[in-house]
Each structure stands twice: as structure tokens, then as C-alpha cells.
């Protein structure tokens, strides 16, 4: 863990050594974000999206090493409006643009989940180039849920272990674990919402079986480094029993 630990986690007394191995974010509440301040939607997501960096580069800082983080469900690009997906995938091209630069030097290695091979082209080509960035150390794992379904995710997992010709007595929790876009990474210890929802939004509907769910009206682009914080001094708290 990097030695300078943030201001605000030392005031909250929070145990450097039992950090979330994990973290999910269903990133919520870019739209009326915007339209509380009188502007349009791409706007909101263009504050999320930086508020998301800002986000990532604290998670490596005070020593998360997995973060995942839901940017676009299978429902949202295809429900929403042609002006606003199209903007969207605008924003995503800037992004993996940053982030092929930035984030090799931050040490953050980049995944995604879910069927990016059905986007445009270029966003397609922009998250393979992105993808293939290797790092000289590495801090964090970074998973982006792109056009991802928790259930579209298992039935997936499914059909690759029927394809696979796994006999039914080998299928286990863990030979599926190892089906998903997640393998080799351990599950979300916490899964936060911001945005003033109780829902989880079929988000890694497997792998949160044991998750702590923190739920906050604040809207994403407001969750900023001291929230987090705030929400891992939460998580310390549980008595996470895990069913036992």
C-alpha cells in the first residue's frame, strides 16, 4: 500500500489493513446531476466520467486493488435516445484516449465485462488498443462494465461449460466463477450506489452473493475521493459473517 495515506481516511480511523480486496460501482445519477444544474445529459455523464478518474487514481492511492465500476448496461444503449448513446460513445473514445496515456504510468490495468465486440467500430478498436497496454507495476485492476448483463454474464458462463462438455457432477461454484468475465479476480467485498436507488441493476449478480450494499443519495459526479472514503469507514463497520 502506498505509504501516504489520505487526510480524511486517518480522521476516520479507518484500518489500513482491511481495505475492500474489491469494490463495484453502480455509477448512477449523471442525467439529473445535469438537469439540476440546467444542462443537457452528456454533459452529466462528461462530470461522471471525470469524477470516475478521480475516483481510480485514489482507489490506487490508498490501496484498493480491484475496482469495477457499471458504465453501460445492455438496456441503457439500446432504451436511450440516439443523440445521447452516440454522445456517450463520443465520451468513451476521449476517455480510452486518456487513459492509453495515463494509465500505464499509474500502474491501473484496464478490463472489460460484458459484449464490447457489439459497439461501434471505433469504440470496439479504441478499447483493444486500450486493452493491450502493458504496465511496468501494477496497482489496481480496473473492470468497466460495457453493454454487461448479470444474467446475460451467467447464462454466458452456462453455454460455454455446456460447449465445453463439462459433466454435470464437475459443475461447481467455482468451475462457474471461472466462466465469468471476472475470473482469477476475487469477488466485490462492497458494491456502493449513489444516485438515491435501492436496485442493483443486474450488475455482477453472481459474484456480489456476499457483498456489503452501500446505498447514498448522493448523485456520481458528486461521490468524489471523500464519499469513498466515508463508504469504506461504513464497510469497516459490518460484521461481515459471510453466512456463517
Not at 479504441?126 to 485492476?141: C, F, G, H, M, Y
Not at 450488475?203 to 447514498?216: D, G, K, N, R, V
Request: net charge positive; with cysteine.
Amino acid at each position: 500500500m502506498n505509504k501516504k495515506i489520505s487526510p480524511f481516511l486517518t480522521k476516520l480511523k479507518i484500518d489500513p489493513k482491511e481495505l475492500p480486496k474489491h469494490i463495484g460501482i453502480i455509477m448512477d445519477g449523471n442525467r439529473r446531476w445535469a438537469k439540476a444544474r440546467g444542462l443537457n445529459a452528456i454533459d452529466g455523464h462528461t462530470a461522471g466520467a471525470k469524477n470516475l478518474e478521480a475516483i481510480i487514481e485514489h482507489c490506487g492511492k490508498i490501496g484498493i486493488k480491484h475496482l469495477t465500476i457499471y458504465a453501460l448496461s445492455t438496456e441503457n444503449w439500446r432504451k436511450r435516445s440516439k443523440e445521447e448513446v452516440k454522445g456517450i460513445f463520443n465520451l468513451l473514445l476521449e476517455i480510452f484516449k486518456r487513459w492509453k496515456k495515463d494509465y500505464k504510468t499509474k500502474g491501473v490495468k484496464f478490463f472489460v465485462l460484458g459484449n464490447f465486440q457489439a459497439l461501434p467500430l471505433r469504440v470496439r478498436d479504441a478499447i483493444k488498443n486500450t486493452l493491450k497496454i502493458v504496465l511496468d507495476k501494477e496497482r489496481i485492476k480496473f473492470n468497466v462494465a460495457l453493454n454487461y448483463g448479470g444474467r446475460d454474464e451467467i447464462v454466458m458462463a452456462i453455454k460455454n461449460i455446456i460447449k465445453d462438455g463439462v459433466p454435470a457432477s464437475k459443475v461447481n461454484e467455482k468451475l462457474v466463477s471461472n466462466y465469468l468475465y471476472t475470473k482469477g479476480q476475487p469477488d466485490p467485498d462492497m458494491i456502493i450506489r449513489p444516485g438515491g436507488e435501492f436496485r442493483l441493476s443486474n450488475f455482477l449478480l453472481w459474484q456480489m452473493s456476499y457483498a456489503e450494499l452501500y446505498f447514498t443519495d448522493v448523485l456520481w459526479p458528486d461521490f468524489g475521493p471523500k464519499k469513498l472514503e466515508k463508504a469504506i469507514y461504513w464497510y469497516q463497520q459490518r460484521d461481515r459473517r459471510k453466512g456463517k
